[in-house]
Protein backbone atom coordinates (compact mmCIF):
# COMPACT_ATOMS: atom_id res chain seq x y z
CA UNK A 1 0.00 0.00 0.00
CA UNK A 2 1.58 3.56 -0.66
CA UNK A 3 -0.10 6.57 0.64
CA UNK A 4 0.30 9.78 -1.58
CA UNK A 5 0.13 13.66 -0.57
CA UNK A 6 0.89 16.43 -2.49
CA UNK A 7 1.75 19.95 -1.68
CA UNK A 8 3.15 23.35 -2.77
CA UNK A 9 0.34 24.54 -5.14
CA UNK A 10 -0.78 27.63 -5.02
CA UNK A 11 -1.24 31.47 -7.35
CA UNK A 12 1.38 32.21 -9.27
CA UNK A 13 2.07 34.54 -11.93
CA UNK A 14 3.43 34.11 -15.40
CA UNK A 15 7.26 33.19 -15.43
CA UNK A 16 7.93 32.56 -11.97
CA UNK A 17 8.61 29.40 -10.47
CA UNK A 18 7.05 26.07 -8.05
CA UNK A 19 8.38 23.72 -6.64
CA UNK A 20 5.45 20.95 -5.86
CA UNK A 21 6.28 17.91 -3.11
CA UNK A 22 4.57 14.68 -3.31
CA UNK A 23 5.20 12.91 0.57
CA UNK A 24 5.34 8.90 0.00
CA UNK A 25 4.52 6.51 2.78
CA UNK A 26 5.79 3.23 1.41
CA UNK A 27 6.59 -0.63 2.56
CA UNK A 28 10.33 -0.01 3.01
CA UNK A 29 11.65 -2.14 0.40
CA UNK A 30 9.44 -1.50 -1.94
CA UNK A 31 10.29 0.09 -5.70
CA UNK A 32 7.57 2.37 -7.36
CA UNK A 33 8.14 4.31 -10.53
CA UNK A 34 7.10 7.64 -9.82
CA UNK A 35 4.92 10.24 -12.01
CA UNK A 36 3.22 13.64 -12.00
CA UNK A 37 0.10 14.03 -13.75
CA UNK A 38 -2.03 17.44 -13.92
CA UNK A 39 -5.62 18.06 -15.41
CA UNK A 40 -6.66 21.60 -16.61
CA UNK A 41 -10.13 22.59 -16.62
CA UNK A 42 -12.29 20.77 -19.48
CA UNK A 43 -9.12 18.39 -20.47
CA UNK A 44 -8.04 14.98 -20.23
CA UNK A 45 -5.92 14.04 -17.51
CA UNK A 46 -2.42 13.87 -18.68
CA UNK A 47 0.79 12.52 -17.58
CA UNK A 48 4.03 15.48 -18.01
CA UNK A 49 6.78 14.00 -15.96
CA UNK A 50 7.52 10.50 -14.70
CA UNK A 51 10.97 9.13 -12.90
CA UNK A 52 12.22 5.37 -12.20
CA UNK A 53 12.30 3.75 -9.07
CA UNK A 54 16.16 4.25 -9.11
CA UNK A 55 16.17 7.75 -9.78
CA UNK A 56 18.40 7.21 -13.33
CA UNK A 57 15.79 7.49 -15.99
CA UNK A 58 13.01 10.38 -16.39
CA UNK A 59 10.03 11.34 -18.74
CA UNK A 60 8.85 14.69 -19.32
CA UNK A 61 5.91 15.31 -22.02
CA UNK A 62 6.31 18.11 -24.86
CA UNK A 63 4.73 20.70 -23.04
CA UNK A 64 7.23 20.91 -19.82
CA UNK A 65 10.15 19.70 -21.29
CA UNK A 66 12.96 21.93 -20.69
CA UNK A 67 11.11 23.81 -17.85
CA UNK A 68 9.94 20.94 -15.22
CA UNK A 69 12.44 19.07 -13.31
CA UNK A 70 11.27 15.65 -11.10
CA UNK A 71 13.17 14.09 -8.53
CA UNK A 72 13.13 10.81 -5.92
CA UNK A 73 12.27 12.56 -3.42
CA UNK A 74 9.37 13.29 -5.32
CA UNK A 75 9.25 16.80 -5.83
CA UNK A 76 8.89 18.80 -9.20
CA UNK A 77 10.23 21.81 -9.86
CA UNK A 78 8.65 24.23 -12.47
CA UNK A 79 10.15 26.72 -14.22
CA UNK A 80 8.78 29.51 -16.11
CA UNK A 81 5.26 28.81 -15.43
CA UNK A 82 2.75 29.98 -18.35
CA UNK A 83 -0.41 30.09 -18.26
CA UNK A 84 -1.85 27.16 -19.64
CA UNK A 85 0.51 25.20 -16.86
CA UNK A 86 -2.73 25.95 -14.68
CA UNK A 87 -4.36 22.79 -13.65
CA UNK A 88 -4.45 20.59 -10.82
CA UNK A 89 -1.50 18.26 -10.21
CA UNK A 90 -1.05 14.36 -9.04
CA UNK A 91 1.25 12.65 -8.05
CA UNK A 92 0.82 8.74 -8.82
CA UNK A 93 3.01 5.64 -8.23
CA UNK A 94 2.62 1.93 -9.58
CA UNK A 95 4.78 -0.85 -8.54
CA UNK A 96 5.90 -2.00 -12.23
CA UNK A 97 9.04 -0.74 -14.13
CA UNK A 98 7.47 1.25 -16.60
CA UNK A 99 7.52 5.07 -15.13
CA UNK A 100 6.80 6.33 -18.61
CA UNK A 101 3.60 4.43 -19.04
CA UNK A 102 0.45 6.77 -17.81
CA UNK A 103 -1.59 3.27 -18.15
CA UNK A 104 -0.34 1.83 -15.41
CA UNK A 105 -0.80 4.16 -12.95
CA UNK A 106 -4.12 4.33 -14.14
CA UNK A 107 -4.61 0.67 -13.59
CA UNK A 108 -3.91 -0.42 -10.28
CA UNK A 109 -1.88 2.31 -8.99
CA UNK A 110 -1.86 4.45 -6.32
CA UNK A 111 -2.73 8.75 -6.49
CA UNK A 112 -2.51 11.25 -4.42
CA UNK A 113 -5.34 14.24 -3.93
CA UNK A 114 -4.41 17.01 -6.18
CA UNK A 115 -2.98 20.02 -5.52
CA UNK A 116 -3.86 23.10 -7.77
CA UNK A 117 -1.85 25.41 -9.58
CA UNK A 118 -3.09 28.47 -11.16
CA UNK A 119 -0.83 30.76 -13.02
CA UNK A 120 -1.86 34.47 -14.18
CA UNK A 121 -0.84 36.37 -17.09
Known amino acids: QVHLVESGGGLVQAGDSLRLSCAASVRTGSRYSMGWFRQAPGKERELIGA???SGGNSYYADPVKGRFTISRDNAENKNNLKPEDTAVYYC???????????????????WGQGTQVTVSS
Open 92 to 110: AAHSGPQYWMSSYYSRGGY
Open 51 to 53: ISW
